[in-house]
């Protein structure tokens, strides 16, 4: 039900000339989502194990996992609970920030993989969790900050949908990588503000001047221009 709801309010989009729908913007969503679910499915039929190749905090081996970490998951309830939302908030991306999109999502979950190297407890951190909250808290930050109505309105339904996600980036749950949480959360902040004045931005009122300002001075005082009328001489 969530996902049809993101998908009308994208077609509403439509017939707004700087929200132009790209035929591509779901191929990276897709992609990404194809591409987790390959990597379990290898290894689970090749009976691999990749969470080696996670994040372990201030190791230099633990150290791959920065660019790792986002692909590998413990189990299908991992899977599935990161795949819906990382398709809705890819596709918000690149739907009304393709300009940036692709610094966000690149640049993105490389700091969210550093700081949890940096922060995260002694133990392998995996899953795409973190892309997910920089996502999340880029979309609706930049919406806020921005104050485009309809990025606004975007906000409003992130938050709808994800906004319960916000309480793990607290250590509630044991199991959980909070600290992968809050390390998404706090890039994707930072870059709806390093990113604010880019794509999409909120267009200052242009004042036209019209028939009724030309009876008002410069100083506000009414003065209509005075009105010269021309005598025809009758012979």
């Known amino acids: ?47 691999f194990n990749f969470n080696k190749y996670g994040v372990f905090p201030r190791t230099l081996e633990g150290f791959r996992g920065v660019f ?42 490389v700091c969210t993989g550093f700081f949890t190297w940096c922060i995260a407890r002694e133990s ?10 920089l996502l999340f808290s880029f979309v609706f930050f930049s919406g806020i900050i921005k104050k485009h109505y309809r990025l606004v309105a975007l906000s409003f339904i992130v938050i709808f949908l994800y906004g319960s996600m916000i309480w793990y980036v607290l250590p509630i749950k044991d199991g959980i990588s909070w600290e992968g949480h809050l390390s998404g959360f706090l890039v994707g902040l930072y870059f709806a503000i390093r990113y604010r004045n880019k794509g999409i931005v909120k267009e200052e009122h242009q004042f036209s001047q019209t028939e009724f300002d030309d009876l008002f001075d410069e100083n506000g005082n009414f003065s209509p221009p005075e009105i010269v009328e021309k005598l025809e001489e009758n012979f």
């Not at 899977?79 to 596709?91: K, Q, T, W």
Request: net charge positive.
């Open 68 to 109: 790792l970490t986002h692909f590998i998951h413990s189990n299908t309830s991992h899977l599935f609970n990161n795949s819906i939302p990382l398709f809705v908030l890819l596709s918000s991306l690149f739907y009304f920030y393709r300009d940036v999109a692709y610094k966000v999502l690149l640049l993105g979950a």
């Open 1 to 47: 039900m969530y996902l049809v709801l993101f998908l009308l309010f994208l077609g509403q989009m439509k017939d707004d000339n700087q929200l132009k729908k790209s035929k591509s913007i779901f191929l990276i969503p897709i992609t990404y989502v194809i591409a987790i679910w390959f990597i379990y499915w290898v290894e689970i039929n090749f009976n």
């Open 124 to 133: 392998y951190h995996i899953g795409a969790s973190g892309v997910v909250y």
